[in-house]
């Protein structure tokens, strides 16, 4: 069992930067890869970004590679996303989640966090 608490949401001009975190409890945390997911109202939730369990292995949408960084810190049990250069349809919950392979889809990740908000301002 792995739970994951997403933090540092929050309202940004366009071109700023922000710096989510993904808390996960349990000492299995080491051996998942995780992913960033992210949905906009009215939208699928879509993936963003994927890190293996070592973190030698990271995977971006098209959309945000070259903008937004995975990263993990194992002995913290934390893995975050970087954004830079956000823009305003970046707006949208994000998810982290935990997975026993890396992916860019929703099916193979087992355990989700309850999410936090990023809103980009024009």
């Known amino acids: 069992q792995v739970r994951l608490v997403e933090s540092g949401g929050g309202l940004v001009q366009a071109g700023g930067s922000l710096r989510l975190s993904c808390a996960a409890s349990?000492?299995?945390?080491?051996?998942?890869?995780m992913g960033w997911f992210r949905q906009a109202p009215g939208k699928e939730r879509g993936f963003v970004a994927a890190?293996?369990?070592?973190?030698?292995?990271?995977y971006y949408s098209d959309s945000v590679k070259g903008r937004f960084t995975i990263s993990r810190d194992n002995a913290k049990n934390t893995v975050y996303l970087q954004m830079n250069s956000l823009k305003p349809e970046d707006t949208a919950a994000y998810y982290c989640?935990?997975?026993?392979?890396?992916?860019?889809?929703?099916?193979?990740?087992?355990?989700w966090g309850q999410g936090t908000q990023v809103t980009v301002s024009s």
């Open positions: 349990g000492r299995t945390f080491r051996s998942y890869a």
């Open positions: 890190i293996s369990w070592s973190g030698g292995s990271t």
């Open positions: 989640a935990a997975s026993t392979v890396v992916s860019g889809t929703i099916d193979p990740y087992d355990y």
